[in-house]
């Protein structure tokens, strides 16, 4: 079985100060994809980001980044430049390459951007 | 273009009625899945679909549950004889296809079982 983990439920970050989120997941797979998606009140779910395992390079998009260590089974997110509109739910999720495509989500952590 | 959408918004019903659920898919979009999200938790996959057919019904708790996507677009969830344990917010996403793709979501119906 997979299984995502987000050990902190809840973090606190001021605008324009730089964050990472922490995610580890465990798999015997050797292959197969990453994800961290926002999740605002709204509810509606938005990637954010997209890590394929095979691709030693780390993803960026704009202000997020990711630091991928495969062997550690770790995939934290980074926020450069924090925005108020970055408050939100935070969801890595994990799926792996050759069986079945659903997402396996974590719990999730509560970013909150003040002022 | 539109995005998924999913309606209806909120669903209010009574312990032991019936209530169907509906996704409209972005447009060309031929995967399709549901999850669903309990309160203080991350989406949990129930069922997805490659066209017309259901190619992983896994994650659907008990034989109360159902989907269908008839013409490979629109889907529908369908549960029966609901219980309080049903309330959640039922998401759908699509992705172009099933092979990896990045799926996108809709806003979710907010389902509250009295």
């Known amino acids: 079985a997979q299984t995502v983990t987000q050990s902190q439920p809840e973090m606190s970050v001021q605008e324009a100060e730089t964050v990472t989120l922490s995610c580890t997941y465990d798999?015997?797979?050797?292959?197969?994809?990453l994800f961290w998606y926002k999740q605002p009140p709204s509810r509606q779910m938005i990637l954010v980001i997209r890590?394929?395992?095979?691709?030693?390079q780390n993803a960026t998009e704009n202000r997020f980044s990711v630091n991928f260590q495969k062997a550690a089974k770790s995939f934290s997110l980074k926020i450069s430049d924090s925005q108020l509109g970055d408050t939100a739910m935070y969801f890595c999720?994990?799926?792996?390459?050759?069986?079945?495509?659903?997402?396996?989500f974590g719990k999730g952590t509560s970013l909150l951007v003040t002022p | 273009g539109a995005g998924v959408s999913q309606t209806p918004s909120n669903k209010v019903t009574e312990k032991g009625k019936y209530v169907e659920l509906r996704c409209d898919p972005i447009?060309?979009?031929?995967?399709l899945y549901w999850y669903r999200q309990s309160l203080g938790q991350g989406p949990e996959f129930l069922i997805y679909?490659?066209?017309?057919?259901?190619?992983?019904d896994s994650g659907l708790p008990n034989d109360r549950f159902f989907a269908v996507r008839p013409e490979g677009s629109v889907s529908t969830l369908k549960i029966q004889r609901t219980e309080r344990g049903d309330s959640a917010v039922y998401l759908c996403?699509?992705?172009?296809?099933?092979?990896?793709?990045?799926?996108?979501f809709g806003p979710g119906t907010r389902l509250l079982v009295l």
């Open positions: 890590q394929e395992a095979y691709k030693q």
């Open positions: 679909f490659q066209g017309t057919g259901a190619a992983d």
């Open positions: 447009s060309g979009h031929t995967a």
């Open positions: 798999t015997s797979e050797n292959n197969y994809y």
């Open positions: 996403a699509s992705s172009l296809t099933v092979d990896q793709e990045t799926q996108y």
């Open positions: 999720a994990f799926t792996p390459s050759n069986s079945g495509y659903a997402l396996n």
